[in-house]
């Protein structure tokens, strides 16, 4: 690849080539740092290669700047109670404005106290201690987290979360996941405040944008940078996949060769767990609409399937971003591109 290749594939990374989604950002930004904040955790969920850690991360950043905010980025497949101890203490000892005497906290929950004596910490009772000197301090911690799962270990932290909310601890939470994974965690009874939570749905990205940019880094003119846009759909993915496809070969293969090269990145990235993640239904709904928008009727015709049948399949299939719905009746595939790399699967 060309070595001034401005795109990326990189998940979670911000991109040189970055199209901000400025109303997502500023809401989550105003909403923390209202006086009384409506809701102190947002919920970001889109489909694989949306850009959600993306957005997640374009916020911690803007919040990152700002004296009073500590981010703190834990690891959905560990421990979160315990990765969130020993991120705010590390956090700590590299700030020592922040308390007057750290926390040297083990694996066992063993830790140095702020006044200086030892004692015998649980983790919670660790994180609540420098939660409280943070608050005095009017320091604001943003945990995030990203893609998490509806296990035993994200049901106890969030519990333990809602109990630093009751505390009035200035605690702050911003998560990502698919939809499947955030539906679970919202409807958990034992969940209550994720479920009055607020969710950021991810829409595809601005097709204006996006040729406003392929327009200004190909040098070309607006139709057909316009052309090219439509192509990805609005997928953050595709976006950075065609992009730099397109930058690196413009000149030496002709698109349908280039297209080649995106589909085999679609299907390697993304749509291939997308795939494996769909039931046999699922599958079946969308290869009968296939590369054109079809209307519901002819679906369920051709499926032998009954309209509320259908619909369970069109609801899941829409809130999981791989159907939209250009009008009503119809729908149509989202993902670009995406008829074209399943006609290889089983």
Not at 22 to 43: G, H, K, M, R, W
């Amino acid at each position: 690849m060309k070595n001034n290749n401005p795109f990326t594939l990189t998940f979670g990374k911000k991109p040189n080539e970055y199209i901000s989604r400025y109303e997502n950002t500023e809401t989550i930004i105003s909403t923390f740092e209202a006086d009384n904040p409506v809701s102190q955790a947002y919920l970001i969920q889109g489909i694989r290669g949306s850009g959600k850690t993306v957005l997640m991360t374009a916020v911690t950043t803007e919040l990152s700047k700002k004296d009073n905010y500590i981010i703190v980025d834990l690891n959905s497949t560990h421990n979160l109670l315990d990765d969130l101890a020993m991120r705010l203490n590390d956090t700590c000892k590299k700030k020592p404005d922040l308390m007057d005497t750290g926390f040297n906290i083990s694996i066992a929950g063993f830790g140095v106290g702020i006044n200086g004596s030892s004692s015998i910490h649980d983790n919670i009772s660790i994180i609540e201690e420098i939660l409280s000197e943070l608050k005095k301090k009017r320091k604001k911690v943003v945990i995030t987290i990203d893609e998490v799962m509806h296990d035993d270990n994200m049901c106890h932290f969030a519990s333990e979360f809602q109990l630093f909310l009751r505390k009035d601890y200035p605690v702050y939470l911003i998560m990502t996941g698919l939809y499947e994974n955030i539906y679970a965690i919202q409807n958990d009874p034992a969940l209550t405040f994720l479920l009055r939570t607020p969710k950021i749905e991810l829409e595809p990205l601005s097709l204006h944008q996006i040729s406003k940019q392929y327009r200004d880094i190909f040098h070309i003119e607006l139709n057909e940078a316009k052309e090219l846009a439509r192509i990805t759909k609005g997928y953050a993915f595709a976006f950075q996949a065609f992009g730099m496809l397109y930058f690196e070969y413009r000149e030496t293969l002709d698109m349908d060769s280039i297209l080649s090269k995106l589909d085999d990145m679609l299907d390697d990235f993304v749509y291939k767990k997308i795939w494996e993640s769909m039931s046999e239904q699922d599958r079946n709904v969308v290869r009968c609409i296939s590369y054109d928008s079809k209307k519901v009727k002819d679906i369920c015709e051709a499926l032998s399937m009954s309209s509320s049948t259908f619909s369970k399949y069109r609801d899941r299939l829409l809130k999981r971003g791989i159907l939209c719905s250009p009008q009503h009746g119809v729908v149509s595939l989202a993902l670009p591109r995406f008829a074209n790399v399943i006609e290889t699967y089983d």
